[in-house]
RNA sequence: GGUCCCGUAGCUCAGCAGGAUAGAGCGUCGGAUUCCUAAUCCGAAGGCCACAGGUUCGAAUCCUGUCGGGACCGCCA
């Protein structure tokens, strides 16, 4: 049971009730309102603001509403005190059972606690990663992949139908640069030492690896072709090669795409053509010539008559190009029928993660989906910002043309995926943040990762004992739990559900990294306390006491690992 | 020139579908170790929530403007 959608539901028939008799009139549907834990818990367990969110449309002053609300809210199952308070808020104080008895369901539900149904089985696609096909991932894909892919554990658990999938740009130029420099790789593999990597190819040396296995597959047979005729060949090897090594990767962060949509398929299958068509029956493509941006360094910019999607009539700030002057489509062409296709595919939703630099791409891809779904927020799109690597405070530089970036699988084999995923969300997406190697592999309060495990270990540790096996926990008297310290924890606990659903409603999962560091906080007080005070002791002389401790110690550790699962983390038994 | 993001304690950041006295960690200062993991905990000091207006019972939160930092702005992907 989540205790504050409980109440706010008894509340809410309240209101209905007192409505429907009249003793309240309302001249306006009122703003929702809110149950939430006070800020300052003496004022009790639950607080809410119906009488204020009401008052303008009943014509009352808060303070009156609030009086006749009260009457009824007094008389409610586990109320054991209600007033009001400042300039109409009402607090409630609950039996401490009802807050002692989470401690069963959380038990009893072990990984369900905290799943809810808010998506009730909507279709929802989350596109995240899609790095290029042109080289592995590197550091600073890490944090995208990471935010998108617990968002989407964030999602499935609250309900949702949840697609995971990596939009892969196999097709434009970029792969025809990465067929050629991969086929210097295969001459260089074939013992030609003359052949070198021209300009404007790609350097990296992950590509000599391909270019070898290219010759162990094809032999020699490639050096007779026509450049028409081996380009393809070399290009879709080496994406597929470049696929294999994103996909083990991906798979070191525990990231599982559903699906891999192919730019090139798109194109092929004539999906553009149909996608633009459909526009266009809508009146929405145009010929027309486009004004000079004004960056600054389009100094070779010439006007010119071509296709224009209409993206002002959505709130864009020009109408985009769809068409390429060698007649090709755009990438923003291919990009607005892979979104239609992911539409057609049934989801309800589009949720795409991408990095901060494209955010001038937005309006224009907002604005296709909302031509094709006629509605407004059919598509979220979640910028994420950059990643600055340290080491012991000192940047590590970082330059693709030199070659010294620093891969996903680099990252991975100096500090884990854990600690790896965990960090990720312990920013706001839309923040810049500062990942120091050094930082984030100490093991002290400052590393969140690490403080968090550690009360995961050190409940495992209690639950460990000799004596803690020995106790039967089953049917514990959980009232026994009753010292303030023991009820902070508790009613955090218990608020996991609410937590989670207010991150997934935002589509923030950082917000349960944050929850979790609070929940290990609460926990290390209350096992600190312990230290000065025996009788607070998880593991007492008093068996029925200790039952009752141990299922919290217990609980805490479900809430941890159930957390971690939506991050993507796995909890640590022993440290 | 335009669009988007950010500005909260000395530092790093939460809080933002408006709610009561604005929170946490680090750092500083002062404490706790015969005890289930002291890799931890407790306490103190520290704030014109960038600035100025507006909206209302109420604004860090919403709106407008200003200043400061960042990103982006072509048929690249």
Redesign the pocket.
């Known amino acids: 049971m989540n205790i504050f959608s409980h109440f706010s539901q008894q509340i809410t028939d309240i209101t209905d009730t007192l409505i429907k008799n009249g003793t309240i009139t309302l001249t306006d549907t009122a703003?929702p309102a809110a149950c939430e834990p006070?800020?300052?818990s003496?004022?009790g367990d639950i607080?809410t603001?119906y009488a204020?969110?009401m008052?303008?449309s009943a014509g009352m002053s808060?303070r009156d509403l609030a009086a006749h609300l009260v009457k009824d809210i007094a008389h409610l199952d586990g109320v054991t005190d209600v007033n009001i308070?400042?300039?109409?808020?009402i607090?409630l104080t609950l039996d401490p059972a009802i807050w002692q008895q989470r401690i069963d369901d959380i038990l009893a539900a072990n990984t369900a606690w905290g799943v809810n149904d808010i998506g009730k089985g909507e279709k929802i696609n989350v596109e995240y990663v899609s790095a290029?096909p042109t080289g592995p991932l590197h550091a600073a894909h890490a944090r995208g992949a990471i935010i998108g892919d617990s968002l989407a554990n964030l999602l499935e658990t609250c309900g949702y139908d949840v697609t995971r999938e990596y939009y892969i740009?196999d097709?434009?130029?970029?792969v025809d640069v990465l067929a050629r420099s991969v086929f210097t790789r295969y001459k260089q593999a074939l013992g030609d030492s003359s052949a070198k990597v021209a300009d404007g190819q790609y350097p990296g040396e992950y590509l000599i690896d391909t270019g070898q296995k290219l010759a162990k597959v094809h032999g020699d047979e490639l050096l007779n072709m026509d450049e028409s005729e081996w380009l393809p060949l070399a290009r879709s090897f080496a994406i597929d090669d470049m696929m294999e090594t994103i996909k083990a990767d991906l798979g070191r962060l525990n990231i599982h795409m559903d699906r891999f949509s192919s730019?090139r398929q798109l194109v092929k299958n004539g999906a553009v053509d149909t996608a633009i068509g459909k526009l266009k029956d809508n009146g929405l493509i145009y010929l027309g010539v486009l004004e000079k941006?004004?960056?600054?360094?389009?100094?070779?910019?010439?006007p010119?008559e071509?296709l224009l999607f209409r993206s002002t009539d959505f709130g864009d700030?020009v109408d985009?190009?769809v068409k390429?002057?060698?007649d090709t489509w755009?990438?923003?062409a291919s990009d607005i029928a892979y979104h239609l296709d992911k539409l057609e595919r049934g989801s309800d939703k589009l949720i795409n993660i991408w990095g901060?630099?494209?955010?001038?791409?937005?309006?224009r891809m907002k604005s296709a989906v909302s031509a094709f779904t006629g509605q407004k927020d059919s598509l979220n799109i979640q910028?994420v910002?950059f990643v600055k690597l340290l080491d012991g405070g000192k940047q590590i530089k970082m330059s693709k043309r030199a070659g010294t970036f620093v891969t996903l699988s680099d990252v991975l084999d100096t500090v884990g995926k854990d600690i790896l995923r965990f960090i990720m969300l312990t920013?706001?997406a839309?923040?810049?943040?500062?990942f120091d190697y050094a930082e984030v592999t100490t093991?002290?309060?400052?590393n969140p990762v690490?403080?968090v495990q550690?009360a995961h270990?050190?409940a495992?540790?209690?639950l460990r004992?000799d004596e803690a096996v020995k106790i039967d926990v089953s049917g514990a008297n959980l009232s026994l739990l009753s010292d303030p310290t023991e009820m902070a924890l508790i009613r955090l606990l218990a608020s996991y559900p609410r937590q989670v659903e207010?991150a997934g409603?935002a589509f923030?999962p950082?917000?349960i990294a944050?929850y979790l560091?609070d929940l290990a906080?609460a926990f290390?007080?209350l096992?600190?306390?312990?230290?000065?005070d025996?009788s607070?002791?998880?593991?007492t002389d008093n068996t029925a006491l200790t039952a009752a401790r141990l299922n919290l110690v217990n609980a805490t550790a479900v809430v941890i690992r159930n957390g971690f699962a939506v991050l993507g983390v796995d909890a640590i038994n022993?440290?």
């Open positions: 703003k006070p800020r300052d003496s004022h607080s603001n204020m969110v008052a303008k808060p308070a400042g300039p109409g808020f607090n290029n740009n097709a434009g130029n970029q730019e941006p004004k960056a600054g360094n389009a100094d070779d910019w010439e010119r071509q700030d985009r190009a390429k002057s060698d755009t990438y923003f901060a630099d494209h955010g001038g791409y937005v309006k910028l910002n920013r706001r839309d923040q810049t943040m500062d093991q002290s309060r400052e690490f403080y550690y270990a050190r495992c540790s209690v004992q207010a409603q923030e950082h917000r944050f560091m906080a290390h007080g096992w600190n306390k312990g230290r000065d025996p607070l002791r998880f593991i022993e440290m």
